[in-house]
């Protein structure tokens, strides 16, 4: 029953990333560093606090959002949730969780499922509700891309990369490595029937967030015991 909900939900998100117009920028970044499936550890809450003031948040110093506007922040796991709630409490804006929390019992497998899932759900709103506006995704890597998860489920579209049409973009990573919390995604569309423009940028911070890691792509990270990948 689940495995089925879910191949019928591909089907309506991939017809409507194809069909329907687009946001005009798509934000994305992944969660901050984490103590446990909880909670983020002092550094991801740190990280959290600096995109607020630096990039997301409004008025930030150095804005992603080019016309001053943010329309929507989207959420997918507490982590994610922890990491947007500063910037999403500047903008006096609700956050759009499609909540898939952790819970005792379920298996991995089913967690994976329910990721899929919400990802879909969050990727057919998106297309369905935020034509030509800017919005922001913090979601769980894996979701983002991951190359060994796509070829897991080979008759859906399980991650923002498939779903967003960014595979047809040659500088899209097939996967986004699981010691980066340093990295945006920026999704621009210039409408339905164009391809979208991709940039990957690195964050940067001074000041008191200066010394958050900022590893480069790929590279592996140092992060403190009270955190984990």
Not at 52 to 59: I, P, Q
Not at 73 to 95: C, D, G, M, N, Y
Not at 191 to 203: E, I, L, S, V, W
Request: net charge neutral.
């Amino acid at each position: 029953m689940f495995r089925h909900a879910g191949a019928c939900l591909i089907i309506i998100a991939s017809i409507a990333a194809d069909a329907l117009a687009n946001p005009a920028r798509i934000v994305i970044l992944r969660h901050g560093e984490k103590q446990d499936a909880y909670r983020l550890c002092d550094v991801g809450a740190q990280r959290a606090q600096a995109l607020a003031g630096r990039y997301l948040g409004r008025d930030a110093e150095a804005s992603l959002f080019p016309n001053g506007a943010l329309d929507a922040f989207f959420a997918i796991t507490l982590h994610t949730l922890e990491l947007a709630s500063p910037a999403a409490v500047s903008w006096r804006q609700p956050l759009h969780l499609y909540s898939a929390l952790p819970q005792k019992g379920r298996s991995d497998a089913d967690t994976t499922f329910l990721l899929n899932q919400r990802t879909q759900e969050a990727v057919a709103s998106l297309m369905n509700s935020w034509s030509g506006k800017t919005v922001v995704m913090v979601w769980e890597h894996h979701h983002i891309a991951d190359a060994k998860l796509e070829a897991a489920f080979p008759d859906q579209k399980v991650t923002l990369r498939q779903l967003l049409n960014l595979g047809a973009v040659d500088q899209v990573p097939k996967t986004w490595p699981g010691e980066n919390y340093d990295y945006f995604w920026i999704v621009d569309y210039d409408g339905p029937d164009r391809p979208p423009r991709f940039q990957m940028m690195k964050q940067s911070f001074t000041g008191p967030y200066q010394a958050l890691p900022s590893n480069e792509w790929g590279a592996p990270n140092t992060l403190p015991k009270s955190c984990v990948n």
